[in-house]
């Protein structure tokens, strides 16, 4: 049983910054990609950042330069720092990544519960 459970969401000024994170636990053998997404009322999911397990990086452009995402290989964590934030970043914020919980097993796509971020005055 693998699960990804969120933090770090909330309310926050225009122009503020918020750090989310997500960590995975249960049977993991090896992570490949994690990544965050999300899905603002009345629109389709996105994928905001993704991060492979050497690294690689990569960005919607409506957040490039001012979201950070980054993970922790020991500890099975990925963040999300989100800086200079926007009315329109304000969304559902979900983990997702793709793990293998064992040696014999296949690959499979897992999805946290979500995290609402909000960006107002």
């Known amino acids: 049983q693998v699960q990804l459970v969120e933090s770090g969401g909330g309310l926050v000024q225009p122009g503020g910054s918020l750090r989310l994170s997500c960590t995975a636990s249960?049977?993991?053998?090896?992570?490949?990609?994690m990544a965050w997404y999300r899905q603002a009322p009345g629109k389709e999911r996105e994928l905001v950042a993704g991060?492979?397990?050497?690294?690689?990086?990569s960005y919607a452009d409506s957040v490039r330069g001012r979201f950070t995402i980054s993970r922790d290989n020991v500890k099975n964590m990925v963040y999300l720092q989100m800086n200079a934030l926007k009315p329109e970043d304000t969304a559902v914020y979900s983990c997702?990544?793709?793990?293998?919980?064992?040696?014999?097993?296949?690959?499979?796509?897992?999805w946290g519960q979500g995290t609402q971020v909000t960006v107002a005055s």
């Open positions: 997702n990544a793709v793990i293998r919980p064992t040696i014999i097993s296949g690959s499979y796509n897992y």
């Open positions: 249960g049977s993991i053998y090896t992570i490949n990609v």
């Open positions: 991060i492979m397990s050497d690294g690689r990086t």
